[in-house]
């Protein structure tokens, strides 16, 4: 049997007996009431109950999507443990449902779960379930509540659709479990809707080795929020237009690895963490709020920060108390702060790219820092050896920031024209500041390649048009002689 | 109204036959073009460093230029016996002072189109044309700043006797707006309670026309987080379309301000003589 013709057969067989089932219970009332009074009508109605329950199995079996929402958990607690569920693809099932046992619920398309509960509408409380090609509709509206909750280890939920104003998928206490390729959509409010009405989209805690990977996380509060859980990788993830896209808290050695942030408050927010692996994640665009930025570390020790991009970020990578971390060949590109180091200590920062950010360094109060061979396009340097990095440093001066520390309203100065003067005057002493002892002098740092053709030939008219009328009225009405 | 363009038109011609206004010209196209050629193309569009450099040129230049090449406009007049001439006709102040405001806005408008014009042109063959909406906001804010520094020059002019004066006068304002500003502001504003810092900066900010054109411009670049949580309620308040709507009244008040006050001053001198 086809695996297709297999599910629709299982599924068909335990509407069946539900339907069976409930044929039997009301045919026992019917015995035990009394004989006359309304035995008879009984008997219609439950007549009338089983045909609609067939008529429903068989409009469901030709796959139409129209009728109510058939109860999800009787389906399950007919499927036998280790056995596949597979609802109709377009057809809706009711939820909250309590999976307890072992087994695997799939759809051949697209199968709906409607929850009005305020249950989540799928619990995972046995190991080793599978969910497959699910579309879950939450209508809870508590953030705290999940649509999806797991509470068990080893499951695997693939390709998942889940619209919620609540939290998305929650995994408590559930060690290695996989999420993958799924798309989490919160906050019907949209973009506008406040960051604390909304839920996590993935959400993780005292859950270890699990893998999040290939999902897509809109308008939630966090994307993916992972708190006191170990060796959680997060990989090839896509997180937009939320609060943080990617928060760790207090786990050890998660793995933020090629993941994507677009429009969110912060990338990636990484806080009291020792032994992370953040590599090749891109942030762009996280410039919206006065308190956005691509990447920020706090607390964050012994941790490979490597190859990623933040771009057009208010900030692009943020460090506070972090200690010993490498930061490697990164590119910092077009962001209004490159990177702000505060009260940090002994971090190396390697073979990175600082491009046409506005200001592209700020530091206080950190020592130790190794900074070699970075790339800073707004320095001349003089290289008399010829190895392709300058003899002179590089030197982040901290005055901007030791301002506007003490007086947050300074922050109007942000590259005052006159503010170099003043930081001039102060430029006393650079012993403690924070130095590039090694510019690199040259960088394969290469923008990304849309060149905007209809732009450029547009702007070569508007210029020549703009010069042209420019001569002409100046020789028409200032130089010629009327 | 006769008489404004009369004055306007002959301002125009009479800006065109100075050989400062030809110098600011090439300074300006010269700059312009350069940082346009020097830059990265990663940073053209947005709130970047090319940007940014952009803005800072425009405020190191544009206000020094207007401010002298006004106020020297002026004082030429008066030095050159042209005013005595003219006030002998039945020529009004107002007509007088709004005829050069007029004319002299075209001459410095001309000067940064030109400037627009050329590093526009041959950034766009060279393949490092800012986009057009960076373009167009630059040269709003270039027209702005000279329209404003205009007003100040206008009572500069009516205030000074000589060229001399005008010049002394001018430099010390262009330092005391564009350069000195953060330093004197932070050396005054520290003797104020804390909470009284911001709203003192705030007002002090619609007093300095080029403060109050860069921090618009910035906000309009998207770049208005980079101001902080202080300015928060601002920023969200000038990105919505009524901000530049009230941004727009300022700038006209600052003008009708400016040009009121240089009439009268100019008017007293007149009846004094």
């Given at each position: 049997m086809e695996p297709a013709d297999r599910g629709v057969h299982c599924r068909r067989s335990a509407v069946q007996r539900h339907a069976d089932r409930a044929r039997e219970e009301k045919r026992k009332a019917k015995f035990k009431r009394r004989p006359g009074g309304w035995g008879w009508a009984g008997a219609f109605r439950s007549m009338l109950f089983t045909g609609l329950l067939l008529g429903a199995c068989a409009s469901a079996a030709w796959g139409s999507g129209a009728e109510e929402a058939a109860p999800l958990q009787p389906l399950i607690d007919d499927t036998p443990a280790g056995g596949t569920l597979v609802l109709v693809s377009d057809r809706a099932y009711a939820g909250p449902a309590v999976i307890d046992k072992t087994l695997a619920i799939r759809s051949d398309g697209e199968a709906l779960v409607i929850n009005h509960s305020d249950k989540p509408a799928l619990s995972l409380q046995a190991d080793g379930i599978r969910l497959q090609d699910l579309f879950v509709k939450d209508g809870q509206i508590d953030p705290k509540k999940p649509a999806i909750l797991v509470q068990s280890d080893h499951n695997r939920l693939e390709r998942l659709r889940i619209e919620t104003q609540a939290g998305g998928i929650y995994l408590r206490e559930a060690h290695d479990n996989a999420i993958l390729n799924s798309r989490i959509e919160g906050a019907r409010g949209g973009a506008s809707e406040a960051y604390s009405r909304r839920g996590n989209g993935i959400d993780l805690m005292n859950a270890n080795r699990n893998r999040i990977e290939g999902n897509t996380l809109v308008h939630v509060h966090d994307g993916v929020y992972v708190e006191s859980s170990n060796e959680t990788r997060v990989q090839g993830n896509h997180a937009v237009d939320s609060r943080y896209g990617y928060h760790f808290m207090f786990s050890g050695k998660p793995e933020l690895r090629n993941n994507t942030g677009s429009g969110?408050?912060?990338?990636g927010m990484i806080m009291g963490v020792e032994g992370a692996v953040v590599e090749g994640n891109r942030f762009d665009k996280q410039n919206e709020n006065v308190n956005s930025q691509g990447i920020l570390l706090f607390d964050v020790r012994r941790s490979m920060i490597g190859h990623n991009r933040v771009e057009g970020n208010r900030v692009g990578i943020y460090m506070e108390n972090a200690t010993e971390n490498a930061l490697t060949d990164n590119e910092i590109v077009r962001n209004f702060i490159g990177m702000q180091m505060i009260r940090s200590h002994a971090n190396t920062l390697r073979n990175s790219a600082f491009v046409a950010n506005v200001n592209q360094a700020q530091s206080v109060d950190s020592q130790d820092n190794v900074l070699e061979g970075n790339y800073w396009d707004d320095f001349q340097g003089l290289d008399t050896d010829g190895d392709g990095f300058s003899e002179m440093t590089y030197e982040i001066d901290p005055f901007f920031l030791q301002l506007t520390k003490d007086t947050d309203a300074y922050q109007v100065f942000f590259q005052a024209p006159g503010l170099p003067f003043l930081a001039q005057m102060f430029r006393a002493d650079t012993t403690n500041w924070l130095k590039d002892r090694r510019p690199l002098l040259a960088s394969s740092f290469v923008p990304d390649g849309h060149v905007d053709e209809d732009g450029r030939i547009l702007m070569l008219f508007a210029g020549a048009a703009l010069l042209l009328s420019t001569l002409f009225i100046i020789y028409r009405w200032g130089y010629r002689r009327s | 109204m006769r008489h404004t363009r009369t004055i306007a038109l002959r301002e125009l011609k009479l800006g065109f036959r100075n050989p400062w206004a030809y110098s600011f010209m090439a300074l300006f196209a010269v700059f312009s073009l350069a940082l346009v050629l020097i830059q990265s193309k990663a940073g053209l569009s947005g709130y970047t460093s090319t940007t940014g450099t952009m803005i800072n040129l425009i405020l190191y230049l544009l206000p020094l230029m207007t401010l002298l090449l006004g106020a020297f406009s002026l004082t030429a007049e008066k030095e050159e016996g042209g005013w005595r001439l003219l006030s002998s006709f039945a020529l009004s102040t107002r007509a007088f002072i709004c005829g050069k405001y007029i004319g002299l806005a075209g001459v410095l408008i001309l000067i940064v189109s030109f400037g627009f014009g050329l590093s526009g042109m041959i950034g766009a063959i060279f393949g490092h044309a800012f986009p057009p909406s960076s373009f167009g906001r630059f040269l709003v804010f270039s027209v702005l700043l000279i329209l404003l520094f205009l007003g100040i020059s206008a009572i500069l002019g009516a205030i000074c006797r000589n060229r001399w004066q005008a010049l002394t006068y001018g430099v010390a304002i262009w330092f005391f707006l564009v350069l000195g500003w953060p330093t004197l502001l932070i050396a005054v504003l520290g003797f104020l309670p804390y909470l009284w810092i911001k709203p003192a900066l705030i007002a002090l900010i619609f007093a300095n026309p080029a403060e109050l054109n860069r921090l618009f411009l910035i906000v309009k670049m998207g770049?208005?987080?980079?101001?902080?949580?202080?300015y928060y309620r601002w920023v969200a308040w000038i990105e919505r379309p009524t901000g530049s709507l009230v941004f727009a009244a300022v700038c006209v008040l600052w003008i009708l301000a400016s040009v009121g006050i240089s009439i009268i001053l100019w008017e007293r001198g007149r009846r004094s003589e």
């Open positions: 969110n408050v912060t990338g | 770049g208005g987080s980079i101001l902080g949580p202080e």
